[in-house]
């Protein structure tokens, strides 16, 4: 049997648990229908109006998924090189300070440019 | 080379379908439980923390209680406001649970038992690379906490939702760098591998900065105090789940506490040697053997939940630019620094053959060195910094009516004289 046999099976538990509770969860509370309570919350304001697809949101967020991107691409990298230390010899540490150098200038550009700043 | 004595790959993928079954409805039931205790737990042990007594009506010291919240939950009434868009808002709480069912797949339970007559491990499966699988599925989880965000069309949902997960990827590298060092001296990124590489030394001992990266990471990964801030009550209402109710909150909320046990769970796996047994009770012969390792692995992850529930009842919640510093400018570099010294000090005990304590000390003291230099000359300036604020302090006079409202005024802080408070306000 595949290694990934128990994978599916787990998910599949889950899934159809979540998938249960929230049918259940729909049939087992009472219905009032009232239309204030069907807005979305806001401090019992009237709610802003949210454009279809979602509202505005900072910039900052994209440019922290961004960099996440990036830095997460590094470790990637970095994992096979870990798991294979040993068999690398010296050549794999010096080659791998050059690659960490070359990720810090980077890390080290966007500190300066105030990517990392957070306002 | 590395022995490998205990459990081999070769292990895993072997079982007969009956027993691959029974182990995967036993983590799914350990995982329920682990959560509904973990509530009663986390509750009674805050309420100690906050001199009160916490739930203790239903069933024998009130255990019953995490239950009977869900039951609560469930006779509630299902609101689904009308500005959500369906689809999306429904996936969002299965998503979340799911996944945070499907990362306690690759954690070892314990070695090799016989299990009715079949030889099995303790653990449901496991390959060559399933730390990065536990990686790749709880970036999948953050999906559920996102679209949870976005689909439910309200402001504080939104921002709730984005908080959360720039949150959670800030984190993830500074834990995914955290990992590089423990996959380095393991030489595997298989949990039962490194579970094994561990024999003698536990890798928390080995790699001291690692541990406490991982443990600082994983507390932001799983959006807890103090750094809870998606749900910031104060700014945020509820965060991404505000507009859920009933049972797809129930699964936001087990999806939580499932994530808090994977989370020490894997710490344990990677950092505490996984099930094997602590120093002194290591001795005793059999300890590691059969069903017992299931005590030292629960009980490790009940310090852990401890750990955090008592962190919870301790700090005050990070300012959001604190905790994003916190990740990205100090966690994410020492990473790096860390994982470069670890690489070079191995390599030179590799290549050189010289034993472990004479790299150390000849790396290390001059390492060392700088780090206290670095940070003797950065208190000193945080120090002058400190009292020269102070010193500004004692000099100002503020007027207390300068916005418009009346300002108390601050220890070492004059008031202007005024002639007429009423003229200050209409004038100024």
Known sequence: ?119 | MKLFPNVSLGAFGIDPWWVTLIKVLAVFVILVLMTLLAIWAERRIVARMQMRIGPNRVGPFGILQGLMDGVKLALKEDVIPFTVDRAVYILAPIISATTAFMTFAVIPFGPEVSFFGVITPLQLTDFPVSVLYVLAIASVGIYGIVLAGWSSGSTYALLGGLRSSAQMVSYEIAMGLSFVAVFLYAGSMSTSQIVAAQERTWYILLLLPSFLIYVISMVGETNRAPFDLPEAEGELVGGFHTEYSSLKFALFFLAEYINMVTVSALATTLFLGGWRAPFPISLIPGVNEGWVPLIWFFSKIAVFLFVFIWIRGTLPRFRYDQFMNLGWKILIPTSLAWITIVAITRGLRNSLDLPTGQTVALLGVPLIAVALTLFIRDWRKANAEEALEENQILVTEIDPFAGGHPIPPLPGQVLVEQTSSRQGITNG
């Open chain 1, 1 to 119: 049997m595949n290694v990934a046999w128990p994978i599916i099976g787990l998910g599949g538990i889950a899934f159809f648990f979540a998938a249960f509770s929230i049918i259940a969860g729909a049939l087992t509370g009472p219905k009032i229908y009232n239309r204030a309570k069907l807005s979305a919350y806001e401090c019992g304001i009237e709610p802003t109006p949210q454009p279809v697809g979602g509202g505005r949101f900072p910039i900052k967020y994209y440019l922290t998924a961004m960099l996440f991107i990036v830095f997460d691409i590094e470790i990637v990298f970095l994992y096979p090189w870990a798991v294979s230390f040993d068999q690398l010899g010296f050549f794999g540490v010096i080659e791998m300070i050059f690659f960490i150098a070359t990720v810090f200038i980077a890390y080290s550009y966007v500190w300066r440019r105030g990517g990392l700043e957070w306002e």
